[in-house]
């Protein structure tokens, strides 16, 4: 996907402005923090549970080389062919060789949130290779032209209306009104699909390294006949989802489906572990896996590498104030939210990416709900440490903090500029106690709010007094 | 018990009358209170913003000025929040203070916290006649456990009630710097947070940080409520919620 | 060098100063340990659980004494709903009296046009009323999928209760993976559209479960 993170302060006053977004966004609020909370409740040890899943997650990045050469050996040993891509464009080059050496014209995906990083159905249909997203979300988003705004519902954004409309449209049927025959519809249509593609291109939610399996979370039964019906099954996936074992997986699966969804369990969990083996009627005949790097490396070496440890639940951005007002087209690339506000800048490049990290309030009502303990607004702040370092702020923004810290390590100096800003500040907000604009950055705040005028004296100022009365 | 106040630069600058209602709950409480004078800000500002430099300078001044200290009470979640959840990481690379900011850490408290767990109040002077709605700033909340405490010292208040609005927990939108560099979005926040605060339909909104209590009263103003009179829980508990003019007259008491 | 030898060396770098036991053995041998991680308290009686949440996930659940029972336990089901009662199952129930019970029952593959898919499964989950299906010679992948109805013969004696102990049920009686492990807790489902749930996205509207013997 196009990183367009750098005008995130434009689009998100558009998103503010429109008010079809903001009742879908509300819409998804409303749901999604009341069936996690109700689900999470389910599990009288939630905390314990949950320490246990960072702790297998942080396990998983520290020996990450051990287990994922594991997993290839085991993978390898059940018929997988394994390839290792360090760039996206790698990526896309993989698939698109592995669908000419067989012949592939049509393909059916299931939902890949890296295969949104390389831009992968582009670069396939540039290939001259029909690629149908079959996630329903996905699909939607698809026929539209537009990029998932959520990383679990692509089309959140979107109103049964709109979908209506465009189904209407693309399938040339007549116009339905209830989202239950919607869905249906769009099962009729995709289905001839996934019985004549030649290839089926997933993600993957985790890697098994005891088994050399991936596995993947769904609702929908697109995920199986992908990874079942082709011919040829391609799965996607990033360095940093592999796992120990079986256990560590059931144990994550408890959190992640509850944190994504509300769902206790998701209707299918489908762990894979080679091609299709001798007697078997079903299954492909060939099962190739591509593991990723593009970026993830970096990270790991990096000071936000608890980043990595995220299985994509969506939760944070669920529960993020500043996302539930802008949804997720606002953020510029494929992961909004908290997450997606570390790992854009961290995987396109920081100066990419600069508002994401400073668009928060460090409130952390992600780092509540993650499932596997990112601190994010830490993580946040890192980054702006890192912007600071490498001298990407504004000029104006620096000095001004300098001059602060300056000025407040000095006291005497620090009392004399804030008694005359007590003041004067007191005389302007006048009798009603409220200026109504101020300037500069101040303009930021009094376009949509007053602010409270001081009261004349500083604190220091009347202590003072106060002691000196005392000691009378 | 000698307790340090800290009251934080926005109460200096902005409203005095929650640093001394702060200094009468402790007293009150039968502290023995110091107020560092040369106190001026925790260094909270250009840490959020990534200038670690400037935040060490301030907090390396700030723990000198509170080392004799056997605790220091701070009337905010999010400038006592830095002291005791941040300073140690601000710190980290300065191995001679380790010491000295674990122990500074560990006697921070916001008010009401302290007064309860501490001091073991269990009756404040203040009066009130009417309702009250509480709003849970996202620091104080989720970095200085502060929630059944100020709600505590209100049920003490006579005449007080309280109405609970329905997502007190949900951010405001100040975020520090984030009001003024995303002004659009923090508005936007704020206006939900205030018809949450209006459906309470109560007399007053009380809070424990200046910094929420400046961003939600200005958006209140803007949206023309000008019933609701935002209060912070230190002036509630100790009485001192009389108009401004009389300001002068107590302190000089 | 690789693109393989690349990424490896990178995240050796990267977790170079890291505290670790410079020996794989370490994690090694936690992959084979395979220790579970906490579980919730979970006081509920296996049987009784299995069917309420089977119910919760939207399945329905019928019983039958004994696996001679099934064909018409399975008819019963289909008259009820008014569904179409032809279709296709798995192998080891050829010899049932499909036809006695007024069925059209074919042991073979599913095929797209099946309205109806019956299998059996490796085991059941009791804790969120899931359903473990393995791929294999004689338990097509497809046969739960494709139908618009899909019905499953469960023994009540291969009810377990977490995914932990159907792992290890797995490993002591297979060793190792087939081609596909699904766990299925119900029919499809999506809720991409306004948030709004919605039976039958791809996989089967309804999910039938007869719990065989007591």
Known sequence: MQVTSNQFKKSASRKLADPKVQKALRNAKGKLVVARSRSIRELDNFEEIREAAAQIRDLGLLHMDVLLEQWEKKAVAAGTIVHWAETPQQVNELVIEIARKHDVRKIIKSKSMLGEETNLNHALEAAGLDVRETDLGEYIIQQFGETPSHIIAPAVHKSKDDIADLFAEKHGRPRLNDISALTHEAREVLRPHFLDADMGISGANFLIAETGSTMIVTNEGNGRMTTTMPRVHVAVTGIEKVVPT??????????????????????????????????????????????????????????????????????????????????????GWVYPGPIGSILTPALVGIENALDLPNASTLCNQCGVVCPVKIPLPDLMRKLRERQVTEKLRPWAERFGLRLWAWTAARPAVYGFLTGIAARVGKWIGGAGGLLHKLPAAGSEWTSGRDFPAPRGKTFRQLYARHRKGARR | MKVGLFVTCLVDLMRPSIGFASLKLLESAGCEVIVPTRQTCCGQPGYNSGDRKAAQDLARKLIAEFAGCDYIVVPSGSCGGMIRAHYPELLAECPELTAAVAALARKTYELTDFLVNVARTTSVPGQFSGSVTYHDSCSGLREMGVKTQPRFLLSKVAGLTIREMDQPEECCGFGGTFAVKYGEISTRIADLKCEDVQSARADALVLGDLGCMLNIEGRLRRRGDTNTRVLHVAEVLAGMTDPIQDLDRRTAD | MSARENILARIREANGGKERANDPGTILARLDARVRGPLPTMEWETQTRFRERCIAMMSTIGEAESIVEVPRAVASYLKEKNLPTSGACWPEFAALDWAGAGLAVEARPSRGDDKLGITGAFCALAENGTLMLLSGEDTYATTSLLPENHVAVVPASRIVRTMEDAWDLLRRERGSLPRQVNFVSGPSRTADIEMTLVLGAHGPFRVHVIVVGV
Not at chain 1, 290 to 308: F, H, K, P, Y
Not at chain 1, 317 to 330: E, R
């Open chain 1, 246 to 331: 079986l256990e560590d997986v059931a144990l994550l699966l408890r959190l992640l489906t509850r944190s994504a969804t509300g769902q206790s369990i998701s209707n299918y969990l489908s762990f894979t572990t080679g091609p299709k083996r001798s007697g078997d009627k079903d299954g492909p005949g060939e099962f190739h896996v591509i593991i990723v790097d593009a970026g993830r490396t970096q990270v790991l070496a990096s000071e936000i590498r608890e980043a990595l440890r995220c299985i994509r639940c969506g939760a944070c951005m669920n529960h993020c104030p500043v996302y539930q007002n802008i949804g997720g087209h606002a953020y």
